[in-house]
């Protein structure tokens, strides 16, 4: 089996500002000119007090560390897991961080990348988790993830997204909230949708805001199909209405999220 290059290095909340500046960088240059390398950001604020550690995940078609992350060998990692590996690998560790026995939530929310948007955002977060940092079983995290323009559908063919590559690049910011005890679940949810009203808010003031949701990582309560474009949905229903005319995938997996919210009054 072929090999990568790939791993995580986690770096203290001294360096908050650097990782968010290199992750910029990387956005908007290193990713650009080259396509085999990729990496997101996770902010764990384990202490609830809004000084996130941060965990870099990078990777790389190729067995050697690339250029792309010169930036961040300027920064002292707590740990770092980075090596030549397979993929296989590497995804086996990265699995290790999907615990059992949690409870999770972990609405979407797409920007169009710019810094200033995706700090605000940050600032929000520790806003809603400080309001939680009574509740013990309470573990907040938040993921990043770059959508660059070359993973974008080039064309319309077989796509339903409504995303182009002009769009990007995007950003994938979602939330983890996760907790143990059940009793906590209508706090954890009332907090989140407050983070998740204002964080909107904020993107919308700046033009940031983007209208797509990508579906893994998304809520139930949350209108994904609508974040495609009404065209987008208009068709999909057509598909639905000549390949399942009774909606029998709606009515055998009713608990996940569907084609048209509960909500909507759209035929």
């Not at 960088?25 to 080259?34: C, H, P, S």
């Not at 604020?45 to 990777?59: E, I, L, P, Q, R």
């Not at 790389?60 to 707590?78: T, V, W, Y």
């Not at 809520?219 to 009404?230: C, L, M, N, S, V």
Request: glycine letters at 6%; aromatic letters at 10%.
């Amino acid at each position: 089996m072929g090999k990568i290059w790939g791993g995580s290095r986690t770096y203290a909340h001294e360096h908050e500002m650097a990782v968010l500046d290199n992750f910029s960088k990387f956005v908007q240059i290193e990713a650009v000119t080259d396509p085999l390398t990729h990496s997101y950001i996770v902010g764990i604020d384990a202490a609830k007090d809004g000084n996130c550690v941060y965990s870099v995940t990078m990777s790389h078609g190729s067995p050697k560390e690339p250029p792309a992350f010169d930036n961040f060998k300027q920064l002292m990692p707590l740990n770092s897991t980075t090596q030549t590996r397979t993929l296989k690998n590497l995804c086996d560790e990265l699995d290790t961080h999907m615990e059992p026995g949690i409870r999770y939530h972990a609405p979407a929310l797409t920007i169009k990348y710019d810094p200033e948007t995706l700090k605000e955002i940050i600032n929000l977060y520790a806003e809603g988790v400080e309001l939680l940092k009574d509740q013990d079983d309470f573990a907040p995290v938040f993921v990043c993830q770059p959508l660059l323009p070359n993973m974008l559908p080039k064309d319309d063919i077989g796509n339903a997204m409504g995303i182009k590559p002009e769009d990007g690049p995007l950003i994938l910011f979602t939330p983890v909230w996760r907790w143990t005890n059940i009793k906590h679940d209508e706090s954890i949810y009332k907090a989140a949708n407050v983070f998740m009203e204002k964080a909107e808010k904020a993107a919308r003031a700046r033009g940031t805001f983007h209208r797509y949701r990508v579906l893994n990582y998304s809520a139930a309560y949350q209108d994904i199909y609508g974040g495609y474009g009404e065209e987008n949905r208009k068709r999909l229903l057509e598909i639905r209405a000549k390949y399942d005319p009774d909606d029998i995938m709606s009515k055998l997996r009713p608990g996940i999220i569907q084609l048209l919210p509960k909500w909507s009054d759209v035929v």
